[in-house]
């Protein structure tokens, strides 16, 4: 998609600040943020589109800022601050923010993210009501795997479809360097528990952390391709709690390409990519390897912002039309103000309405955001 500019946009206010307890204030800005939205020709039905018009059909839910694990590109070893437990959406808030988005905005796929999505007991029970959605949306989940092995049963039963699955090396020693906890055995089962309740594709999403070497990925790729897995390996992107990404820390995408490529055999993916964040390989098949998929997400080198089809809400209720955004919409103040489904349906358009052009992360003046990669949902 060839980004489409109406002409000069000026950004709605965002619908209410984070955390924001006067409800009067959060009100009179969302009634601000409608306004201005409408005015600039945003329209108030049909698709969830910007002003470049790019259409957002894939909805992001973090479930929870929590993980289990302590990755050294998301999270610090110790000393993260929860978000109250007051201020996180409850099951029916959520089931009915994700009713509007299916029969209102147009959402066709809903993606449960973390923290980590597992450690979150009402999961089964929040994907059954996004499975009762008409129409149906596709439904995934991206996870550590711990705990997966017990649960991968119950999940395809409530109604999900997909799983993508977080796992960077498959050297026992090295994971547990990179997770701070060694846990590797028990996300080896996750995967294997997937495959055998019927999940499909299963996806391994690898991120280039400073620590991973080419010998990590080759290895991981074999692995993932003996078990008929997609490894898909995602450049390291400034959203680590710590604030120490630095572009020229680690492996390069083309480093990277070059290392895979003198391993196996490669060969362009011919399908249309569309909005899929991967750049994928076909890879034919090898004296230890089958055939299979290999690709890469270069979110900062080769950034496809211009094919973006994703809103995102976080766990206490915050719309962020970009990863990267350094502000948020609260969709939670209007919940819990007695707003009806015309009010919260405005205010969210209105946020995606005043989405970027880009992320700007190869700005000069780009400022990381606040919030880490696991208070924002992947």
């Not at 409408?38 to 800022?65: C, K, N, Y």
């Not at 996180?88 to 147009?106: A, C, F, P, W, Y």
């Not at 993508?164 to 060694?182: G, K």
């Amino acid at each position: 998609m060839t980004l489409r500019q109406r002409g000069p946009q000026t950004p709605p206010p965002q619908v209410g600040a984070v955390g924001a307890e006067d409800k009067k204030a959060a009100r009179q800005a969302f009634h601000d943020a409608v306004e201005r939205a409408i005015a600039e020709q945003m329209p108030t039905s049909g698709p969830l589109v910007d002003t470049f018009g790019r259409v957002h059909t894939d909805l992001r839910i973090s479930l929870t800022d929590r993980c289990n694990l302590r990755c050294t590109y998301c999270m610090p070893a110790e000393g993260l601050d929860w978000i109250p437990s007051q201020h996180l959406l409850q099951d029916d808030e959520l089931i009915r923010l994700m009713r509007i988005g299916v029969t209102r905005l147009g959402i066709t796929d809903i993606r449960f993210t973390g923290g980590e999505p597992l450690l979150a007991r009402h999961l089964e029970g929040v994907v059954a009501a996004a499975a009762g959605l008409q129409p149906r949306p596709e439904i995934a989940l991206t996870t550590n795997g711990l705990g997966l092995a017990r649960r991968a049963g119950a999940l395809v039963a409530a109604g999900l479809d997909r799983i993508n699955v977080s796992l960077d090396t498959v050297d026992r020693a090295h994971f547990a360097e990179i997770t701070r906890r060694d846990r590797l055995p028990d996300v080896l089962d996750g995967l294997e528990a997937a495959a055998q309740a019927g999940m499909a594709p299963i996806k391994v999403n690898a991120v280039l952390d400073p620590k991973i070497t080419g010998e990590d990925i080759v290895n991981l790729l074999r692995f993932c391709l003996q078990h008929g897995y997609q490894l898909r390996v995602i450049e390291m992107m400034p959203l680590d709690a710590d604030h120490n990404w630095s572009r020229d820390a680690g492996l390069g995408v083309e480093q990277l390409l070059e290392l895979v490529q003198a391993q196996f055999t490669l060969r362009p993916d011919p399908k249309p990519r569309g909005s899929a964040p991967a750049e994928v390989w076909l890879v034919d098949e090898g004296p230890d390897n089958p055939a299979g998929t290999f690709g890469i997400i270069a979110s900062v080198s080769r950034p496809f912002c211009g094919d973006c089809d994703r809103t995102r809400l976080t766990a206490d209720g915050q719309i962020r039309n970009c990863l990267f955004a350094a502000e948020e919409s609260d969709l939670r103040a209007l919940l819990r103000d007695g707003s009806d489904d015309d009010a919260i349906e405005q205010a969210w358009r209105a946020a995606m309405w005043s989405k970027k052009a880009g992320h700007g992360i190869n700005d000069p003046d780009f400022i990381q955001p606040d919030r880490p990669m696991s208070a924002i949902g992947g």
